[in-house]
């Protein structure tokens, strides 16, 4: 009879024994957003799809990501839709669908046009997509633990008479979405090289920071307060923390 060696064998039970990782849905039905005509006119949403580049390059564990947020270019964003992707293990993809699809729609994570990142939940979407950013931490070192006794904050900018609530760059229009600190505005759009930790409605997790908005010209902008090019060219590194 044959049989197999040790060696063989012992690879197959480890095979046999190893399990995917199981997550507990934060959320599973989407909920109703609030001030939905108020925010179809707040945030310009278009009833048309964008068409925005997303590519993905692998780095370590995780991605580097580009998303073509530009919408038609400086003071013409009001007239172009966002751009909608979601989080995966092959990375970003991009979800083709309509602004106005998108509030009643749970397969989106984020969407971008120019300096706004929108998360699916709140005001921005129907889901209940989070992020906490880690003051001062290093997107390098954080793990799974750094989100233990973190605060976890959905895009509510609306109060309850649905008044928008900006955020402290005193650009108008500008929401105070979960992941605004990843900017400041000395005159053009610096990366404050914030990270984050977000939590996905399927109860993933991940750690996300915007290296860079302009698509050249980021660091004379950050050092010096003088634009980049090509704004809304987004450069994101984001890897999964199970």
């Known amino acids: 009879m044959r049989t197999l060696s040790l060696s063989l064998l012992l690879p197959l039970a480890f095979s046999a024994c190893k399990k995917e990782a199981v997550y507990e849905p934060v959320c599973t039905e989407p909920t109703a957003v609030s001030c939905f005509d108020d925010l179809l006119i707040d945030l310009s949403l278009q009833d048309a799809v964008s068409n925005g580049r997303v590519t993905n390059t692998p780095d370590g564990d995780g991605w580097v990501s580009t998303v073509d947020a530009t919408a038609g ?17 092959e990375g970003l993809a991009r979800v083709d669908i309509t602004d106005e699809d998108a509030l009643d729609s749970m397969e989106w994570h984020l969407a971008a046009r120019r300096f706004i990142l929108r998360l699916n939940s709140g005001a921005s979407g129907p889901s209940c997509v989070q992020a906490a950013a880690i003051a001062n931490g290093d997107y390098t070192a954080l793990s799974a633990a750094d989100a233990e006794g973190a ?43 914030v990270p984050f930790i977000v939590r996905l409605d399927s109860g993933r997790q991940l750690k996300l920071i915007v290296d860079q908005y302009y698509g050249s010209g980021q660091e004379q902008c950050n050092s010096q307060g003088a634009p980049g090019n090509d704004g809304g060219e987004y450069t994101l590194r984001w890897s999964f923390v199970d």
């Not at 013409?76 to 995966?88: E, G, H, I, L, R």
């Not at 900006?166 to 053009?188: E, I, K, R, T």
């Open 73 to 89: 270019g400086f003071g013409n964003s009001a007239n172009n839709p966002w751009v909608y992707v979601k989080f995966t293990d």
């Open 151 to 193: 605060t976890f904050f959905a895009d509510d900018y609306y109060t309850e008479s649905c008044d928008m609530i900006n955020d402290s760059s005193g650009l108008p229009g500008s929401p105070q979405v979960a992941l605004a600190p990843w900017w400041s505005y000395p005159g053009c759009v610096a990366t404050t090289d």
